[in-house]
């Protein structure tokens, strides 16, 4: 490399020690090759291992008095480099290699390993100067040694990849030796540095050391245990199948195109003529997109022409966009984050952003920040490089980013997958993967691992009666179930509760049944079942405050302060301060959490998996629901402080339904007891209703955010119980007669809250509840759950009620004009002489409703179910009939299951 201008005069230029010919050189020179020359013919013989060792003696033997200028020094310096460069390659090579095949190759490189190579140094001549400094690997003599290495490895039976993968990462090897190689021997090469400061390599070498130890954490991502098991991510993952959505322009018929995950992606990552730089995994908690973003990153890592950045999004403030999201993962590393260094080097760049999931509730800063990503890789210096970004996460948290296009999203699918198409959607799927149960590739993979003598995954999850069917096709959750499988198999029968797979994974995770042991977990001490499930269900609720995944120190502190005062005769605090010493030791770090589990004030801890914490919680729920609801008066200023500030999520309900049933199912409590609850409840909600309860907050607005908050919780809690115990309900107590609106007028103030496409809001539930008469008109109810509910007599002109759950609901005589019905299920539900003038009803499900007397002029019935609806007295105004009546009459005919008594229809004439 030939120096600038500026440098000329510091310029270098490496002469081998016997250039001159002077004997004064011959034994320096000789002494020093002996261990060279040493080092390279066990090279040649494949001990590698001593050809390192032999190496660095040479060095280490080197003399100050030995080849004393600057250039004899840097020609040792740099061939010295090139040498270890060399062996650390051989090394990597033979490891690809068979011991048959070791034992074939006595050797793989000729007498001469540098000449072999296409390389003098006698004949070569070239200076180095400061911008050597920048990055050594820029000397001329460094791209023909690493062609010839790729032809040689090639030549001596390493396949292509392996062969392009050694000499491309050639010239990285040569640059850490030369640093390795400067390190042990500073004093000797204290003539170069006097011509050439700062130390040669510092800041390529630095950088390289940075992402070399970077890649190192991300392979041990995939390397940690799960579940305090033998199993790692890099053993238990298989390859997940996915798909992405088109439209058909003339038919508007979605299609679903099913292909396996990874090799998708991969024609993605590597295909330049690919526009879109940005790409969305989606799935449910439990589906495996984190899981494959460790997979990927760490693939990829080991891929010597990429980059590979990992950002947990909850370690990041996304309303700083791209840039500004490096800059802050990167802000306490050892070396100066800068984007334009990180692109010098040319490679091609992936940056996997993971956890959209752990953003629920902000939405509008997740898509300004999906918008910026996208704005931003249009600009410098994103633009000008191969980079790609993926983001992990449900598809709800960006659905509202406009540049979030359908294609971008690619849709994760379960390990087993019932291929049914509707009327909607239909699956593509050229390569029959769907016809594939992959449970029975991951059992035949894991099992033993586990200690489970299956060949594939047992027939009681697979059958089609079995809850356990949808919950084992989910990555995660498969993996417990073989977990609570391997300790008890004949615990599991078609009406397993997945609760029940939580409650026994807490009692077996701190009995250390698994593993070979019976012995508990020695952090444990004295520590009981029934202390340990407090303890982690305060950190659960810590983490319900905390958006659902992650729990402050401070915060947990606070809770389990607040049950040991509720409970002082269970005496958990000071066990959980026994435990918060121990850190990494402690009983739930094992299995529950990542990393340390370090429990100090400024510490966060985090759940190994969502699914954990919501399940924590909802029994946390439970548990203070219970308590408090003795006292209604001081019921909510409780109450408010544990949910004012967390928004009720679909799984953290369904868990606390699941506990209701599980309880009851197994007898831990009994159906008057849930009563007993749920009463006790809604006397506490009736405050609510009245106003009466203490708010809190720093503003008006934060305290109506509290309330609304923890009323709708609370509202669910009840709903969950009316369901569970088949009980109806009424928000409205009885004395309220001559004033009903109270309970209407709470839910007008709380619509703002409840839009049911924001995935961090729980659609509302109405089960069982009574609401004779009661005036909702106009009220947002869509998507809402009102089994068996009993609305008879109501005003429901304009409801929404879209796509909502009525089945089996009393709406006998209820005015439900204008409403929108389209999509909801009224199967078997109670119309009779009910007011549908203009109701839209398109697409929605009134098979065996009872229509009997209802008025149907102007509803839109297109494409709805009345099979075996009761259409006896029905009527419709003659200038204004419903559309689709005969259609959806027609239709239910010809399935065979016709509408009862249309013949008795009538219509109304002037």
Same mark, same amino acid.
């Given at each position: ?799 929404? *009620?879209?796509? +909502? #759950?009525?089945?089996?609901?009393? &709406?006998?005589?209820?005015? !439900? @004009? =204008?409403? %929108? $019905? /389209? ?12 007011? *549908?003038?203009? +109701? #839209?009803?398109?697409?929605?499900? &009134?098979?065996?409703?009872? !229509? @009997? =007397?209802? %008025? $149907? /002029? ?12 009761? *259409?006896?007295? +029905? ?36």
């Amino acid at each position: 490399m030939v120096g600038n201008d500026k440098s000329k005069d510091n310029a270098i230029t490496p002469t081998s020690p016997d250039a001159k010919g002077e004997a004064g050189y011959k034994e320096e020179r000789k002494a020093f090759f002996k261990g060279l020359s040493t080092s390279i013919g066990n090279f040649l013989a494949l001990k590698v291992g001593d050809g390192l060792k032999d190496l660095y003696k040479a060095f280490d033997d080197l003399q100050g008095d030995r080849f004393h200028t600057a250039e004899e020094r840097a020609w040792v310096l740099i061939t010295g480099s090139i040498a270890l460069a060399l062996g650390e390659t051989f090394t990597q090579f033979t490891k690809t290699l068979d011991d048959t095949e070791l034992d074939q190759k006595e050797h793989i490189l000729l007498e001469n390993a540098f000449k072999h190579l296409g390389w003098d140094m006698d004949d070569e001549r070239f200076e180095i100067d400061r911008d050597f400094l920048e990055d050594p690997r820029q000397i001329s003599l460094l791209p023909r040694v690493q062609e010839n290495l790729y032809g040689l490895l090639n030549s001596n039976g390493a396949s292509e990849n392996v062969a392009t993968e050694l000499s491309n990462n050639f010239p990285n090897q040569y640059l850490m030796a030369l640093s390795s190689l400067w390190g042990r021997k500073r004093d000797y090469f204290i003539e170069i540095e006097k011509r050439l400061e700062p130390t040669p390599a510092s800041k390529p070498l630095e950088w390289i050391e940075f992402w070399s130890n970077y890649n190192r954490t991300l392979r041990e991502n995939i390397k940690a245990p799960l579940f305090d098991t033998n199993l790692n991510l890099e053993t238990a993952y298989i390859d997940l199948n996915a798909y992405c959505e088109t439209t058909e322009s003339h038919t508007d018929k979605i299609k679903r195109t099913v292909f396996k995950l990874s090799a998708h992606v991969d024609d993605w990552l590597e295909n330049t003529s690919i526009k879109s730089a940005v790409r969305m995994v989606s799935g449910g908690p439990g589906s495996g997109k984190s899981s494959f973003a460790k997979i990927l990153a760490d693939t990829y890592a080991k891929k010597h022409d990429w980059r590979i950045i990992l950002l947990p999004l909850s370690d990041i403030f996304i309303g700083q966009g791209l840039s500004a999201s490096l800059n802050r993962h990167f802000e306490y590393s050892p070396i100066d984050f800068d984007l334009a260094t990180s692109f010098k080097d040319q490679k091609k760049t992936l940056i996997i952003f993971d956890g959209l999931d752990e953003l629920s509730g902000k939405e509008d800063e997740v898509t300004e920040f999906v918008t910026s990503i996208y704005q931003e890789v249009q600009r410098p210096p994103f633009k000008d490089h191969h980079l790609r970004i993926l983001l992990s996460g449900r598809e709800q948290i960006v659905k509202k980013s406009e540049q979030l296009v359908t294609g971008d999203i690619i849709h994760l699918l379960p390990y087993f997958t019932v291929k049914k198409n509707n009327d909607d959607f239909e699956y593509v799927d050229p390569a029959d993967l769907l016809t594939i149960d992959m449970r029975d590739e991951w059992w035949t993979e894991c099992a033993a691992i586990l200690g489970i003598n299956e060949t594939g995954c047992p027939d009681v999850f697979k059958a089609e009666d079995t809850k356990l069917n949808d919950v084992t096709t989910q990555p995660i959750l498969n993996i417990l179930c073989a977990l609570v499988y391997k300790d008890q198999p004949k615990l599991f029968d078609t009406d397993t509760n997945i609760n029940f797979i939580y409650s026994h994974l807490i009692d077996k995770t701190l009995e250390r049944i698994w593993g070979g042991s019976n012995i508990k977990h020695k952090s444990m001490g004295e520590l009981d079942t029934k202390k340990a499930r407090a303890i982690l269900e305060e950190i659960g609720l810590a983490a319900f405050n905390n958006g659902g995944r992650k729990a402050r120190g401070g915060d947990i502190d606070k809770r389990v302060s607040s049950r040991n005062q509720n409970d002082p005769a269970l005496d958990i605090q000071e066990k959980y301060d026994y435990l918060k010493g121990k850190k990494s030791t402690g009983f739930v770090a094992a299995f529950y959490f990542t990393g340390s589990a370090d429990f100090s004030p400024d510490k966060t801890v985090e759940f190994v998996h969502r699914s954990f914490s919501d399940y924590l919680a909802a029994q946390g729920l439970i548990y203070w629901a219970d308590i408090w609801s003795e006292n209604p008066d001081t019921f909510f200023e409780k109450w408010f402080d544990l949910c004012g500030n967390a928004d009720l999520e679909e799984n953290v309900l369904t868990f606390i339904e699941r506990e209701f049933s599980y309880r009851l199912e197994n007898k831990r409590v009994t159906k008057d007891q849930l009563i007993d609850l749920k009463d006790r409840l809604i006397c506490c909600f009736h405050k609510a209703l009245l106003g009466d309860v203490p708010l809190g907050g720093n503003t008006l607005q934060e305290a109506i955010d509290r309330a609304n908050r923890g009323e709708t919780i609370m509202f669910c809690i009840i709903a969950k119980l009316a369901f569970v115990t088949q009980t109806r309900w009424n928000p409205n107590k009885p004395d309220w007669k001559k004033d009903d609106r109270h309970f209407a007028r709470w839910l007008h103030r709380i619509e703002d809250l409840k839009d049911p496409w924001k995935s961090h809001i729980c659609t509302y539930n109405f089960d069982y509840i009574s609401l004779e008469g009661i005036n909702l008109k106009r009220c947002n109810l869509i998507t809402s759950s009102l089994f068996n509910a009993s609305l008879a007599n109501s005003q429901l002109q304009e409801v929404g *009620l879209y796509e +909502a #759950n009525l089945r089996e609901a009393d &709406l006998s005589g209820a005015i !439900l @004009s =204008g409403a %929108d $019905l /389209s999509g909801t299920n009224l199967r078997r539900a109670n119309l009779r002489r009910a007011n *549908l003038r203009r +109701a #839209n009803l398109i697409i929605a499900d &009134l098979s065996g409703a009872d !229509l @009997s =007397g209802t %008025d $149907l /002029s102007g509803a839109d019935l297109s494409d709805a179910d009345l099979s075996d609806a009761d *259409l006896s007295r +029905a009527y419709y105004l003659e200038d204004y009939p419903p559309i689709g009546l005969k259609d959806a009459i027609q239709k239910a005919t010809e399935r065979g299951v016709p509408s009862l008594n249309a013949d008795k229809m009538f219509i109304w004439r002037k």
